[in-house]
């Protein structure tokens, strides 16, 4: 592994313990059901059990950045060439180039990855701050702009990594 992979993935890192800690700090204070499901407006429509929604909720935010990482980073790795869907294959998967091109791969699927658990992260928060301890379940406000903060994030993040393996003139 080389140094550029250091940062995003420390990054990953406390990102995930930090998804974690959430869980096992504030699923005390959980209601026993929560309101997990809301309509576009942000009102509640469906409810999960405690226990289950911490069991789902931090396992969803162990693997799927996890896996996210694994299919874009690690995978390209161990599958034939041919089997690599990027920009210029051939160009940038060529004996010279490999190395640094699936070290680039990495570097790219830990920054996605962190990408993906700041997503899962805020909305695990939000929906904490939607369930208030010993109170009804609010409307989740903010949601809407969170899902468009991270489809832009995801649009520019396919952009960068576009230009990155463009073809050199």
Known sequence: MNDRVS?????LLVLTCGALAFFIYYGQWFPPTLAVRFTLAG???GRMDRLKFIVI???LSFMLPTFV????GV???VLPIRMVTLPHRDYWLAPERREATLNRLLYFALWLGCLVQAFLLSLWIM???ANPPGAPARSLDGHTALVAVF???LVTFVAVVSRAFAKPR
């Open 7 to 11: 940062l995003p993935l420390a990054v």
């Open 57 to 59: 909720g931090s396992s």
């Open 43 to 45: 009102v509640p429509y």
């Open 151 to 153: 489809v832009l994030a």
């Open 127 to 129: 929906i904490r701050h």
């Open 75 to 77: 995978m390209p790795r």
């Open 69 to 72: 990482v694994a299919c874009l």
